[in-house]
């Protein structure tokens, strides 16, 4: 079965850190671009950061450069998101999602274009 597993979220201050782990299981990770997203509520989801099958392109939000960076581990089936400097508009529900099977050097901030969604890890920054 085809699964995406998020982990990492938390209650953080401002200013803080946090590691978001997103892990996939019954297929291979490393064929997918791999994208964060996160939902406040009564938003709609956005994209945050995302990183081609191949790792070699890395795309993100206005609002998190210099901030987020994404990475991932191909050997473990693993994506990760490093989330430095939070701040309280960062609190939402942060979702990975897999999508563009074969499309290297490329990733996409839409939504629409990813196939696989995990079930999300809830991030909240206050003091």
């Known amino acids: 079965q085809l699964q995406l597993v998020e982990s990492g979220g938390g209650l953080v201050q401002p200013g803080g850190s946090l590691r978001l782990s997103c892990a996939a299981s019954?297929?291979?990770?490393?064929?997918?671009?791999v994208g964060w997203f996160r939902q406040a509520p009564g938003k709609e989801r956005e994209g945050v950061s995302c990183?081609?099958?191949?790792?070699?392109?890395?795309n993100y939000a206005d609002s998190v450069k210099g901030r987020f960076t994404i990475s991932r581990d191909n050997a473990n089936n693993t994506v990760y998101l490093q989330m430095n400097s939070l701040k309280p508009e960062d609190t939402a529900v942060y979702y990975c999602a897999a999508g563009q099977k074969g499309l290297h050097y490329y990733c996409s901030l839409y939504v629409g274009e990813y196939d696989y969604w995990g079930q999300g890890t809830p991030v909240t920054v206050s003091s």
């Open positions: 019954g297929f291979a990770l490393d064929d997918y671009a």
């Open positions: 990183i081609s099958d191949n790792g070699y392109r890395t």
